[in-house]
């Protein structure tokens, strides 16, 4: 060690020998107070370039949605929502669409920001010029903590906070809005959006519990069947357990493993009007685990 080194590194030593040593924070790390976090978020929102709607029921949000998509052709929209805030516009892909709308996980008050998941594709997020996104009231945070803290078991592959319409001022020092994204963001926050899926009909809810129910039922049965992809690629079914598929591949002989809660989440999609039509959408949709492997399983199973 250089003597110049050793001289920073004792003076160092000698300014921490009298001091007490941090106190690492517990949890939660920070108060998860929520008193005033809607209205910070909508300060924050708006400050960021954002339009803001509130709304005291996933009613009057849908009543709205119907006059406002009228300036839109068409529209990509997030399997996540419900039917009550579709809009009534033709589908069209990502890349096309001039309006894009999503689900939000979740929002965070003192950065005026929605967190987006990875399930719903992030070029239905990032393409469209125009980005609706709904949020449910009770999702409001103050802090991103809070989020994680309550989503932690269940987190996607991946999040995007987006905190206004996309800005650049990379050429020039100019400001330009919508360069990597959409220029110009709505956020739509829905008092009981949470509650639309649970309040769904009883043969809404019939057919995503049977089909969950079917799953568990009938995969056993798969156990040691070789089985053969979207694209005639052959595996076998190694393993069935409580909670996992274990699949072989016939060519290589590489293992992979398929939760259940995925199959599950997938079935349930399905149940409720969703189209998984390969692993791409899969993938997509559902999880990042062996999707040509887990779409082959529903495939079998006749869900799609």
Not at 279 to 303: K, Q
């Amino acid at each position: 060690m250089s003597k110049a080194r050793e001289n920073i590194l004792g003076r160092v030593r000698r300014a921490l020998e009298k001091r007490w040593p941090p106190e690492l924070p517990g949890e939660p790390w920070r108060p998860e107070a929520q008193e005033g976090a809607l209205e910070l978020f909508v300060t924050n929102m708006r400050a960021g370039g954002a339009e803001v709607e509130l709304f005291k029921s996933v009613a009057a949000a849908g009543r709205w949605l119907a006059g406002w998509a009228e300036q839109f052709s068409a529209a990509a929209v997030s399997p996540l929502l419900p039917a009550a805030l579709r809009p009534p516009l033709p589908a069209a892909p990502p890349e096309e669409a001039p309006l894009g709308v999503s689900r939000a996980l979740a929002a965070v008050a003192e950065t005026g920001s929605v967190l987006l998941t990875s399930a719903e594709g992030r070029r239905l997020q990032l393409l469209p010029p125009a980005h609706l996104v709904f949020v449910d009231e009770a999702d409001v945070h103050r802090h991103l903590a809070g989020v994680l803290e309550k989503h932690r078991e269940e987190l996607p592959s991946a999040l995007a906070l987006h905190s206004g319409p996309s800005r650049s001022a990379d050429i020039g020092q100019i400001m330009v809005q919508g360069v990597h994204g959409p220029g110009r963001l709505v956020v739509a926050v829905v008092r009981g959006l949470n509650r639309a899926d649970r309040s769904a009909s009883p043969k809404k809810r019939g057919r995503a519990v049977r089909s969950a129910s079917a799953l568990r039922e009938r995969l056993p049965a798969l156990q040691g069947r070789t089985l053969k992809t979207k694209r005639g690629e052959p595996f076998v079914v190694v393993r069935v357990t409580e909670n996992t598929v274990r699949v072989r591949v016939a060519s290589s002989g590489k293992e992979y493993t398929v939760r259940l809660a995925s199959l599950e989440k997938a079935a349930a999609l399905l149940a409720s009007g969703g189209e998984i039509p390969g692993p791409v959408a899969y993938r997509r949709l559902v999880a990042n685990e062996a999707p040509a492997y887990a779409w082959a399983i529903l495939h079998e199973l006749g869900l799609v």
